[in-house]
């Protein structure tokens, strides 16, 4: 590459001219001094301009780092001679490219100040100077050292380039509620070369090229993140290095700094969030009305507001700033019951907290006393049934007569009994009852009823009859006694009708005792057991009396020799009307048995034929009654006589019915 434009070095030579008259000198030693880099030259190479001055460097040269004072400098005349005894002044670098100076100088060497990287930068800056620079030639400088010299050239330039470039959102504005964190990334791939020099009241971070922003709640609502692009660069503006200057020598710069590239992100941020509140019952529908008050305090104190909710059930609270906040309700529709506890919810910022509130609605209860003029009542069963005849439940009263529903819903329902105690009359009566809501502090609505029973009353009829004939007994006396104690109740006397009907009995076993009965019939000696069971009913109970009826048998015998008998002999029976009642004669056995039954009464027993050889027998009188012993022969009660001679014997043997 060779430049030979004699109209560049005018205008070097004028620019130069120009910076010394602006720019005081300063008196002061500046010495200037090498330093061998150890990069060594495999090439050769040469600088000239258009007036003849030219340097040439060639294989095997030791590039040396120059330096003024102590710091590192650059030359930015290459085709002139340095000469470190010359003469130099000191002032500010103020060439209109002087920011391409300090950034090609910072980033091939100021960033990472290395041997080769010092010698690439210097070579870097001369090709630069030549390009702008129309009277200056200089050859390829890829064999001086510095391996691979193009591509590194061209990456430090492309750094030059893009030096001024700013991450993709500088500028802009991101808005995030309170606590809430944000990431953005940059889209320019600049980011990890920037460090956040104020963060404006948020909690910020880097990560590659993603920017982490979190809202604090301490962090103000309008705000400013400030980054740096290249951090390492102390100041916050560009500065310009400083120029070193000959008339005699090289003119050579050192120090100074690129701009830094400051760039920023506006934020806003949202502290408010909504609250929606919702009312349920305790099957999860919605309920309305229902009144909320909202406020800091835990104690409820200086209420931000008074909240109802709508026919869904809810009601919305926007724009609050988050924080802790407390809810309480104050009212409630019916049937419910209010819950005064007092709730506290956090608000999130962009954000919308649900608060669910369930109460549990009043509940009713139904109890029921049970009594009679004998006491409480004990088993009584009542059914309750809903407004729609469905029945809800069964309830029994306990040892104290008492009973009572579970909890119901309020509503409408009936009471009925469907059971009475044992021993008592059924009420029918179906009840209405209204379980109403009182207030919503009420939790348990009752109603009670006191209700009696009259106990089951009956009577008892005795159906008293003869035993053979079926027909009425008169004057038979029955003793009522109750049952288990066996307590006397009444004595009842069976009419002309053979009926005796007790007074009216309360609920309970009887035991129905004949007491006695007239002297033409036995005693009946069985027990019946009555039950009253049934109000108002008349148990009957038919009981049979047996007349008294015997045969009469007749035993004839000799009376010196009681085991001869004495065929053939005739007797008549005759009542105390003198009346025949029926004749008998003995048979071979010298036995009589008759047909005929004689009923009560007194009789006579006249012998009308004697056996032959033999005597008419005395006259015999007997009675027949339920005292008189008798003998039994085929179930027939039979009275025996035996008789011999004219001397009437009477033998009587007792036994029973059964034998």
């Not at 880099?37 to 495999?42: D, E």
């Not at 006396?477 to 009216?504: K, Q």
Request: aromatic share 8%.
């Amino acid at each position: 590459m060779k430049r030979k434009l004699k109209q560049g070095l005018i205008a070097i030579a004028i620019t130069l001219m120009m910076v010394m008259l602006l720019t005081p000198a300063q008196a002061q030693t500046i010495n200037i001094t090498f330093e061998k880099t150890g990069v060594i030259a495999t090439g050769t190479a040469r600088s000239e301009n258009s007036q003849g001055y030219a340097l040439w460097w060639g294989a095997g040269h030791n590039w040396d780092y120059i330096k003024v004072n102590g710091e590192i400098a650059f030359c930015i005349e290459p085709e002139i001679q340095l000469k470190p005894e010359s003469s130099y002044t000191e002032s500010s670098f103020s060439h209109a490219d002087r920011e391409t100076f300090s950034r090609i100088i910072y980033h091939g060497y100021d960033s990472n100040p290395t041997a080769e990287n010092y010698t690439l930068t210097q070579l870097t800056l001369w090709e630069y100077i030549a390009s702008i620079r129309s009277d200056l030639t200089v050859t390829s400088f890829k064999n001086l050292g510095v391996p691979q010299y193009e591509a590194k050239r061209d990456a430090l330039m492309a750094k030059v380039s893009k030096h001024s470039i700013t991450a993709s959102f500088a500028g802009s504005t991101i808005s995030l509620n309170v606590g809430e964190t944000l990431k953005i990334t940059d889209n320019n791939g600049v980011l990890a070369n920037s460090a956040i020099t104020d963060k404006g009241g948020l909690e910020t971070s880097i990560n590659g090229n993603s920017l982490s922003v979190k809202a604090l709640t301490s962090s103000p609502l309008t705000s400013k993140i400030t980054l740096k692009k290249y951090s390492d660069i102390t100041g916050n503006a560009s500065v310009s290095p400083i120029l070193y200057a000959s008339t005699d020598s090289q003119n050579v710069i050192a120090k100074g700094n690129p701009n830094p590239v400051i760039y920023t992100v506006n934020v806003t941020i949202n502290d408010k969030g909504n609250l929606e509140i919702v009312k349920l019952n305790e099957v999860g529908q919605p309920i309305p009305n229902t009144v909320f008050t909202l406020s800091k305090n835990s104690d409820m104190s200086q209420p931000i507001g008074t909240y109802t909710t709508g026919t869904n059930g809810k009601v919305t609270v926007s724009n609050i700033v988050f924080g802790s906040y407390y809810v309480q309700e104050k009212q409630v529709p019916s049937p419910l019951l209010l819950d005064s506890t007092i709730k506290r919810i956090e608000i999130t910022a962009g954000q919308t907290a649900s608060f669910s509130h369930t109460n549990k609605a009043a509940q009713g209860q139904i109890v029921v006393t049970k009594s009679s003029n004998e006491g409480l009542l004990e088993n009584t069963v009542f059914e309750i049934r809903n407004s729609n005849n469905v029945l809800v439940e069964t309830i029994k009263t306990n040892s104290d007569g008492r009973a009572q529903s579970s909890l119901l819903p309020l509503g409408k329902y009936t009471l009925k009994e469907v059971t009475a105690s044992p021993g008592y009359v059924l009420d029918d009566t179906v009840y209405e009852v209204e379980l109403k809501y009182k207030d919503q502090l009420t939790p348990l609505v009752t109603q009670s009823f006191s209700l009696s029973n009259k106990l089951i009353e009956g009577r008892i009829r005795v159906v008293k009859t003869d035993g053979v004939t079926s027909l009425p007994v008169e004057g038979v006396v029955f003793n009522v006694l109750s049952l288990p104690e066996r307590e006397p109740i009444e004595t009842i006397v069976s009419d002309s009708e053979g009926f005796a009907i007790s007074s009216s009995l309360p609920y309970g076993e009887y035991v129905i005792v004949e007491e006695d009965s007239p002297v033409e019939y036995y005693l009946n000696e069985n027990e019946y057991v009555v039950a009253i069971k049934e109000n108002g009913k008349t148990e009957e109970v038919v009981i049979t009396n047996d007349p008294v009826l015997m045969k009469l048998q007749l035993i004839k015998s000799d009376h010196e020799d009681e085991t001869k008998v004495l065929p053939g002999v005739v007797f008549e029976v005759l009542n105390d009307q003198e009346e025949v009642m029926f004749t008998l004669t003995t048979d071979e056995l010298g036995q009589a048995l008759s047909q005929e039954s004689l009923p009560y009464g007194t009789y006579r027993l006249r012998e009308v034929k004697a056996a032959p050889g033999y005597v008419l027998g005395d006259d015999v009188y007997f009675e027949i009654n339920r005292d008189t012993e008798f003998i039994e022969i085929e179930e027939v009660r039979v009275l025996s006589l035996n008789l011999n001679n004219n001397q009437t014997t009477t033998t009587v043997s007792k036994v029973d019915i059964h034998g």
